[in-house]
């Protein structure tokens, strides 16, 4: 029993200062303009230790927690909601990796690129962010393609990243 707590205290702490750090990095995000897409991709790293120790469902309830916090807190919401939106990744990233290298790439790109749409429909439709239809309506349609074929790359070269944290974390953890 005395065991038992040991362990729940250990997982509630460092879920409760995972959280935390996931704050203060997006919040860091909403200082410095031009982190508003780094912040949110850092602050996933965050639950990597997480979804490793304690799995898929206390990593969710930690984004949960961070996402009700950032969308609180942030005055970036732009940044906000792409964590919202996109936080979660980490928890999903090990389920996609049994299906073949060619197709899981085309399913993070999907998730990636299907994501934006919804965010950035409900930042313009359901927000009436007029700064972001401004923004978009000063692009040409190559332009906005480009900036989604950067995401797509940025995003997997997130997962690259995610993918080493998790086997350093793995590797660390095992000593």
């Known amino acids: 029993m005395h065991e038992q707590n040991r362990i729940q205290s250990r997982k509630m702490a460092l879920c409760g200062v995972?959280?935390?750090?996931?704050?203060?990095?997006?919040s860091a995000g909403s200082l410095i303009p031009s982190a508003a897409v780094a912040s949110p991709m850092l602050a996933m790293i965050c639950l990597v230790p997480i979804h490793c120790d304690y799995g898929t469902k206390t990593a969710l309830l930690v984004y949960t927690a961070v996402s009700i916090l950032a969308a609180l807190l942030c005055t970036d919401k732009e940044l906000a909601l792409f964590y919202i939106f996109l936080g979660w990744y980490p928890a999903l990233r090990p389920h996609l990796l049994r299906f073949p290298r060619f197709l899981q790439i085309l399913l993070k790109c999907a998730v990636f690129t299907f994501m934006m749409f919804i965010m950035y429909a409900m930042l313009i439709y359901l927000f009436r962010m007029q700064a972001i239809v401004e923004e978009f309506a000063a692009y040409?349609?190559?332009?906005?393609?480009?900036?989604?074929?950067?995401?797509?790359?940025?995003?997997?070269?997130?997962?690259?990243?995610?993918?080493q944290m998790t086997a350093l974390y793995q590797r660390r953890r095992r000593r």
């Open 18 to 26: 995972l959280t935390a750090l996931s704050i203060v990095i997006l």
């Open 140 to 163: 040409s349609a190559v332009m906005l393609a480009s900036l989604l074929i950067l995401g797509n790359v940025s995003f997997l070269l997130q997962d690259m990243v995610l993918r």
